[in-house]
């Protein structure tokens, strides 16, 4: 049916080249593997975000749809980077943090990112360069991730 045929064809243009990057030999260094990552991610908003954001408009109109997206769509790929994390986490590249949210933040901060600059919405991302943008994306990610106690004051000023 329709609803299926839509999920097959986001579960392989979504699915199948971050697949590529979070299963087939992820490189080791975290911020080498957020760049492949962000390069993936933009590259395929600027190719098929027009689709998508028709896409997205049905998904939002169907509950039943929205969930089946998330389960076949979204969850893989968030548990596939929380795979990812626990690694540098238990090597003590990275702080304790719940894979869970990390993941989920990740994906969101990359894919409005990418899809602003894209879509024109936000002409302020007009002189930003695919490059800086991706710069200061794994930047924040890393910072953030930084296995050296901040206290909660220190955070505050």
Known sequence: NKHQ????LLE????????KIMLENPPDDPAYFLNLVIENRSQFVRKYGSLLASLLTE?????????DFYKKII??????LEN???KPK?????RAINPLIISNGIIGAIWLNSAFKESSLDDRYDNI???KLTE?????????LNPVPVSTMERLL
Do not use: H
């Open 136 to 144: 200061e994306l794994i930047d924040w990610i890393i910072r953030g």
């Open 5 to 8: 045929l839509l999920l097959a």
């Open 90 to 94: 238990t090597a003590g590249q990275f």
């Open 129 to 131: 360069s695919q490059e």
């Open 59 to 67: 998904i939002s109109k169907n509950p039943q749809l929205m969930k």
């Open 84 to 86: 990812y994390l626990e």
């Open 12 to 19: 392989k243009i979504v699915m199948e080249p971050i697949k």
């Open 75 to 80: 969850k893989p790929v968030s548990d596939l």
